[in-house]
């Protein structure tokens, strides 16, 4: 793991986070140990390392919750996207607490906020996150096979462990997204698609595996490519399996999941009401 000193944490939303309505990104790591086969983060410029090298390095903005501090106020109120090239709770945020700090100082000032992960540790942070008024927890989970799971991104926490994050965050009182992004081979489609409908998770995205058409940016890496082909996966499951879900609720495909929370407006007491409250006690 590299630290280092970081002239930035808030970044201008580009790509298809722009597109969704976001006008920040939030990053406090770049690059990510979880090391997913398919993850489209390996392929972005802000990567500098070659693709094949992704989940084997990770650099940490160690003044990351500093310069938070700093800069909050301009994104005070606005969509911000936590994060685009890394995943703000992999395993060294459990040391560095990193995301947990940056949570901390933006928490007063109220941007409408998602975090994108696939680490339980995001349970830790509950009692922050429940201090803002527009805020969403979107949890990867993209199969409901653990054998999938190991297959496509063996060093990624087990999905049991993921369904028990987004329980304790929602008995929490907050807004929880089920993202089965990319979707990979399900076992049980129907299962899966009953599973998440009884969840009632406040988002659910699916996204079949994604082409750049030899474009930088986006990508779903070559590796994850050829263990699809090894499986019996196709177009043809996927879209069964949105349509299983879809039977029982309302779905979201690719970039259309990925936008803001809505704002919320606090109601304070009207003045007049109290007026007339007081008015009426004075009657009796």
Request: glycine letters at 8%; proline letters at 9%; hydrophobic letters at 40%.
């Amino acid at each position: 793991m590299e630290l280092i000193e970081s002239r930035s944490i808030f970044s201008p939303a580009t790509g298809f986070i722009r597109r969704g309505g976001f006008e920040w990104t939030c990053n406090p790591y770049v690059g990510c140990t979880f090391g997913c086969s398919y993850c489209y983060a390996a392929f972005l410029p802000q990567n500098r390392k070659p693709p094949d090298e992704w989940g084997r390095w990770i650099t940490a903005k160690k003044n990351a919750t500093e310069l938070a501090a700093k800069h909050a106020h301009k994104v005070a109120g606005a969509p911000v996207y936590m994060s685009s090239v890394t995943d703000p709770y992999q395993p060294v945020e459990r040391g560095l607490m990193l995301s947990r700090g940056i949570l901390e100082v933006l928490a007063p000032h109220h941007p409408r906020l998602v975090i994108q992960t696939r680490g339980p540790l995001v349970a830790r942070d509950a009692d922050v996150l429940k201090q803002f008024k527009s805020l969403r927890v979107n949890m990867s989970i993209p199969t409901d096979s653990e054998a999938v799971r190991v297959q496509f991104e063996p060093k990624a926490p087990p999905l049991e462990k993921r369904w028990d994050a987004l329980q304790q965050l929602k008995d929490a009182g907050i807004a929880v997204g089920v993202c089965v992004t990319p979707t990979l081979p399900i076992e049980r489609p129907e299962a899966f698609a009953r599973r998440i409908a009884a969840f009632a998770p406040d988002v659910v995205v699916c996204q079949d595996f994604h082409d750049a058409g030899g474009r930088f940016g986006a990508d779903t890496g070559a590796t994850a490519r050829e263990l699809l082909a090894e499986t019996e996966w196709g177009p043809d499951h996927y879209r069964r399996f949105v349509s299983a879900v879809r039977a029982l609720r309302e779905v979201f495909e690719g970039e259309s999941g990925f936008f803001p929370p809505p704002a919320r407006v606090l109601v304070l007491p009207s003045p007049l009401a109290g007026e007339g409250a007081r008015a009426s006690r004075a009657g009796e």
